[in-house]
């Protein structure tokens, strides 16, 4: 029996109990079987959560890119690794072979180290999907430089606010880049975030767009024409198993972004495990996420999983609905696309279009679906299931984070029954477990509880970016010897686990992980702003939209509201992104306190949600007067 690849439900099952009664042997015989070490690891796993440390197959050596790509030449150097399709289908898609990636990778990386990035830098990539990004992943990869992905749909100031808090000296962007009929000029909101970024030396820049750029003397160059120079063959740089591979931001409660830190020799072994097992990946297959290389999505399951399977990944540089909302569908008839992964609002604001879209293409390739991001709703998953599987191809959905690396709970295709809504089983070696109010570890089926994780698995991130005291405080000090996710979830008769959505102040939007407190930071921002509170409100095509509740100042006050909600807006997508803007904003003549003079979100997330009937205790409130104001006038 291999415990790599899992073939039916008796099988997971053993796997699964291996896994936890010796996870030091389980990850061992995995790492020892399928990958490319230098050297061998001294120790399998060490850790300690109330520090928190943890270390995985410490001492060992190994580059990544090696595993991704130079251990597939002699099999499969002519094979399509990278399938590239761009938002112009009369563009033409792009094969890149595993040959061809590796002469990619050490050109650039070649092109890295002549610009003097050295093991252990840390350099911003703000680029779209084109195979530029998925290439310079790679290239500081195979040098060790540490690569740190802003999301290009992300502005100015929140790309300067990563790339000052990981020091990063370099930059890697594009003049611009095109989504659907939309062409944006990439290049100007890098100029801009650059002004305030004296730690950035050099620029590189891709061009895609082709349109005017300003180049800044001294540190823009365009990244062609030192390709063109640079020699196509760069070595390995040897690294140990708990060097970094790349920091990830992602949204935290508190306003600044938190820099996951993930390291090369676990996070390698999980992705490729994870990736193999939960879409049954077969050699030929063609693979297709379709999230952005910019999430965890992407650098987990587009480029590191896939690739070190030595598997045909499909790259989409533009969006669901153009040149019309049959996009996806012609791609997968085109390409023949055997797993597709994609998020529960994409489903359904395609479901919300005619038939016809999803019904003329032939998606017969088809053998296994995914979702992620969010919890899908029953009504998506059903169309999902109908309409693209033709109910003959199992859905897994899957749940993980930013944090965890890879994919956690979701079930095995052709291995475990699905249900629709529930995540079901925990893959092997991951170990959840649900708490109670108390701190309590709720045992037993049929219960609701908060997710926690109970045992360390190779691809966790190990701290956050140049503070690990916060990375202690949010995920190991609610309940000892965890780590607590930040999500609920319920655990059925038979086991299957249920995310039931955020505990924290985090909501997804549209698959969006965004924290109320930094869209908060930028409503204040607004001169006429006294006070604002952030919640979620149920979407049917975001799964969750923003509300605003706002208390002007005194300067506020007669001012053309509409204006004023336009402006906010603004402020929101200058200093966040378009992703984060309100969908509603009242007005208000204050906000529900506690007496502590915390907001009360409970009840206002009530409010946006139309949830009125019992508001729960409010006798703790210091100006209970404002609930029903709120309530009288809100936009529902
Ligand atoms: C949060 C993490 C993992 C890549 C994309 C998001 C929510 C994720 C599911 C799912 C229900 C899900 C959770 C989680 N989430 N997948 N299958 N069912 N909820 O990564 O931005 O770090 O967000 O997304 O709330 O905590 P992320």
């Not at 415990?3 to 439900?9: E, R, S």
């Amino acid at each position: 029996m291999s415990n790599y690849h899992i073939k039916h439900l008796e099988e997971y099952w053993q796997v699964y109990r291996k896994s936890v009664r010796n996870p030091e042997n389980f990850w061992e015989e995995i790492a020892e079987e399928h990958f490319l070490w230098r050297k061998k690891w001294d120790k399998v796993l060490s850790w300690d959560f109330s520090k928190p440390e943890v270390k995985w197959f410490e001492g060992a050596q190994l580059n990544i890119t090696e595993n991704c790509i130079d251990r597939h030449l002699a099999t499969r150097g002519d094979k399509t690794a990278i399938l590239f399709e761009p938002n112009d289908p009369s563009e033409g898609a792009q094969h890149i072979t595993y040959k061809e990636l590796h002469e990619r990778v050490s050109t650039m990386a070649n092109v890295l180290k002549a610009q003097g990035v050295e093991k252990g830098d840390r350099v911003c990539i703000y680029l779209p999907m084109i195979p530029e990004l998925a290439v310079a992943l790679l290239a500081c990869a195979r040098i060790g430089a540490v690569h740190s992905v802003v999301f290009a749909g992300f502005s100015a100031t929140a790309l300067a606010t990563r790339i000052n808090d990981c020091d990063c000296k370099m930059v890697i962007c594009s003049d611009g880049s095109y989504r659907g009929k939309k062409k944006i000029d990439l290049k100007s909101i890098v100029d801009e975030a650059l002004e305030s970024c004296p730690g950035v030396t050099t620029n590189l820049v891709v061009q895609r767009t082709g349109g005017e750029v300003t180049m800044k003397e001294g540190r823009d160059i365009w990244l062609q024409p030192l390709l063109d120079q640079a020699d196509t063959v760069c070595k390995a740089t040897v690294m140990d198993a708990e060097d970094s591979l790349f920091i990830l931001y992602t949204s935290g409660s508190t306003g600044k972004p938190k820099g996951m830190v993930h390291t090369t020799g676990g996070y390698m072994v999980y992705t490729a495990y994870s990736f193999k097992n939960v879409f049954q990946y077969r050699e030929n297959d063609v693979y297709w996420c379709t999230a952005d290389i910019g999430w965890i999505t992407g650098h987990s399951y587009i480029v590191y999983g896939p690739l070190c399977n030595g598997a045909t990944t499909v790259m989409f540089e533009g969006v669901p609905s153009y040149p019309d909302y049959g996009r996806f569908w012609e791609i997968v008839e085109k390409h023949k696309i055997t797993q597709f992964y994609t998020a529960p609002t994409a489903i359904r604001a395609l479901a919300k279009e005619n038939l016809d879209y999803v019904e003329k293409y032939d998606l017969s390739s088809l053998k296994v679906l995914g979702t992620v991001g969010e919890p899908i709703n029953e009504e998506a998953w059903h169309w999902y299931n109908d309409h693209v599987g033709k109910k003959n191809s199992p859905i897994v959905d899957t749940w993980w984070q930013t944090e965890t690396g890879g994919i956690m709970i979701s079930p095995i295709p052709y291995s475990t029954p699905t249900i629709p809504t529930f995540a079901t089983l925990p893959l092997p070696g991951i170990q959840p477990t649900l708490m109670d109010e108390n701190a309590q570890e709720i045992k037993g089926n049929q219960v609701e509880g908060r997710l926690c994780i109970k045992f360390p698995w190779p691809s966790m991130a190990r701290t956050i970016y140049g503070n690990h005291e916060r990375y202690r405080d949010t995920y190991f000090s609610a309940y000892k010897g965890m780590y607590f996710t930040g999500d609920g979830a319920r655990r059925d008769a038979v086991g299957y686990y249920r995310i039931t959505g955020r505990v924290d102040d985090v909501i997804i939007v549209s698959g969006h992980n965004l924290g109320t407190a930094p869209i908060e930071d930028a409503i204040n921002e607004h001169p006429a702003v006294a006070e604002s509170a952030i919640v979620g409100f149920p979407h049917d095509i975001k799964g969750n939209a923003l509300y605003g509740y706002i208390t002007l100042k005194e300067t506020g006050e007669g001012r053309d509201q509409d204006n004023l909600r336009k402006e906010i807006n603004q402020l929101i997508t200058d200093r966040i992104g378009p992703i984060a803007k309100l969908d509603k904003i009242q007005f208000t003549n204050g906000l529900p306190k506690t007496r502590s003079g915390k907001i009360m979100r409970r009840i206002l997330r009530k409010i946006a949600g139309k949830d009125t009937g019992n508001l729960g205790d409010t006798s703790t409130l210091l100006n209970p007067e404002v609930v029903q104001d709120i309530m009288d006038n809100a936009l529902v």
